[in-house]
């Protein structure tokens, strides 16, 4: 059973690949390869983005993963980090996100997401959603922030910390008759803790 669905979401992701090459919204697509199939998280020693501007980092039993292209604003060498690693299978192919904290944190400094939903949780209040005029905007009681592809904007939480937020890249999936959700635009972006606003 579980080759059977790593062999389903392949099948997912290459179907929304092929329906993204004809929409003028997409760039280069955030890929997440050797994904476990249940979340997961790991201490990871060593963190590294190669020449390639490919993260990548093994998970043991000769599980290597890697995420690319990785985001230019983002370090490129880290040390020990708990990486958390989360795959939700959907229509418009899988939903997958990486989260990375430090040991002496609860919370993560960063998360990474390829191929979200345009109405989403960032924290406790805070959320990415879409507009009924299609825009996007990171919005909350006190916030709301138009964010564009290629954009990045700062805001601060409730409890005053700084936050950096980079759209990566923003697509419509072809439509899938008798699928509702198929046209649903997709997003790929960062969240991550910043030293300042």
Same mark, same amino acid.
């Given at each position: ?5 790593? !062999? ?21 697509? =955030? ?9 997961? #998280? @790991? ?9 390639? &501007? ?27 980090? !708990?990486? @958390? ?12 996100? =990486? ?30 959603? $879409?507009?009924?005029?299609? &825009? ?21 939480? &409730? ?6 937020? %980079?759209?990566?890249?923003? $697509?419509?999936?072809? %439509? ?5 959700? #198929?046209?649903?635009?997709?997003? &790929?972006? !960062? ?7």
């Amino acid at each position: 059973m579980p080759v059977s669905m790593h !062999y389903f979401n392949l099948l997912l992701s290459a179907a929304a690949l092929v329906a993204c090459a004809g929409h003028g919204m997409a760039s280069e697509r =955030l890929r997440f390869d050797g994904m476990p199939m249940e979340s997961r #998280e @790991t201490l990871v020693e060593q963190v590294d983005v190669n020449a390639d &501007d490919v993260l990548q980092f093994d998970l043991g039993r000769q599980q290597l993963v890697t995420v690319g292209p990785w985001p230019g604003a983002l370090p490129k060498h880290l040390r020990s980090q !708990y990486v @958390t690693l989360k795959q939700t299978v959907h229509p418009a192919g899988a939903m997958q996100s =990486l989260s990375l904290r430090t040991a002496g944190s609860k919370e993560p400094w960063l998360t990474l997401v390829a191929n979200g939903g345009l109405n989403w949780v960032l924290m406790p209040g805070i959320r990415l959603r $879409r507009t009924t005029g299609g &825009d996007l905007r990171i919005a909350s009681v006190k916030i709301d922030l138009p964010v564009a592809p290629g954009q990045t904007v700062k805001f601060q939480d &409730d409890a005053m910390h700084c936050w950096q937020f %980079g759209l990566l890249a923003l $697509r419509k999936p072809a %439509g899938m008759a008798g699928i509702a959700q #198929e046209g649903e635009p997709r997003a &790929d972006w !960062y969240l991550r803790g910043d030293e300042g606003c």
